[in-house]
């Protein structure tokens, strides 16, 4: 039944348009971080939590459904207040592409533990309270298919409002940096992540580009054969000394290796691209 559901959703996803931005990201000239064009990534959302009377910006997260963003467990604490906005590229202005949602349910993964952040898992789900208005400053992300692995060196880019630099300012306006993945047997050396990096994650980067606090569960966006962006990590650590420390990419928990638990919680994703087409 789950497999039905599963070709389902990406035959229906493919008639949406996923991962078909109307602007088109620039990836010709990424040597680092960047201000990315705008609304070229239209998936990426702002998770934003309360604080006093004012939210803020803390995480970065995935569209992938009309009322499901994706995002990691880490940014989920229990007791806060959060919103989504999605539409946002530059933080420092009302640009009227901006729309905000509240959240109506958050699903983090059972088995994400934050004490134990090397274990994985590392991924929530968040229901909106209700559907964006989809337009050229707001679409859905690509699912990738269950299992998919990525090739060494497949160039992926990260997008999002993190920090510039270790303990560096965070920017106004969207940044995007290509982070090429790092398969898993480099990943795993010792004098690389070791032991602390799962099958379950994806690596890229590992040079002088990573992401920094205020990326996590933003996308690893990669360009599919087809043609169409997907969603195939979230942003899940980096090191603890530096952001861009040398043999320690970025890791990001494996969308493909999550697809059955993901599409277990929102089957309703799947029945509303249905009811649309």
């Given amino acids: 039944m789950l497999q039905t559901f599963i070709l389902l959703l990406l035959q229906t996803a493919y008639v949406f348009g996923c991962g078909t931005p109307t602007v088109k990201p620039d990836t010709n000239r990424i040597v680092n971080g960047v201000d990315a064009r705008p609304h070229s990534w239209p998936w990426q959302i702002s998770l934003q939590v309360k604080h006093g009377s004012r939210y803020h910006h803390t995480c970065g997260g995935t569209l992938i459904g009309p009322r499901w963003v994706l995002t990691a467990g880490h940014c989920i604490w229990p007791g806060d207040v959060y919103r989504v906005v ?18 109506l349910r958050i699903i983090v993964h059972p088995k994400w533990d934050i004490d134990h952040v ?52 965070m920017p106004d306006k969207l940044q995007q940096a290509l982070l090429p993945v790092v398969e898993h047997s480099v990943c795993s050396r010792s004098d690389w992540w070791g032991i602390n990096v799962k099958s379950t994650m994806i690596c890229a980067g590992g040079d002088i580009v990573a992401g920094c606090n205020g990326d996590s569960g933003g996308p690893l966006n990669c360009l599919g054969q087809d043609g169409r962006w997907y969603v195939q990590g979230v942003t899940s650590f980096v090191s603890s000394r530096v952001c861009n420390e040398v043999k320690k990419p970025t890791v990001f928990t494996r969308t493909s290796a999550f697809i059955d638990c993901i599409l277990k919680n929102y089957e309703n994703v799947m029945i509303y691209y249905i009811q649309i087409n």
């Avoid at 009227?96 to 509240?102: F, L, S, Y």
């Fill in 86 to 103: 999605l539409g946002e590229h530059d933080m420092s202005q009302q640009e009227g592409t901006e729309q905000i949602r509240d959240i």
């Fill in 118 to 169: 090397a274990n994985g898992n590392d991924l929530a789900l968040l229901k909106l309270d209700k559907s964006p208005i989809m337009n050229d400053s707001v679409g859905v992300a690509c699912l990738p298919e269950a299992a998919e692995i990525l090739t060494h060196g497949t160039p992926c880019y990260i997008s999002g409002w993190g920090n510039l630099y270790t303990h560096g300012p």
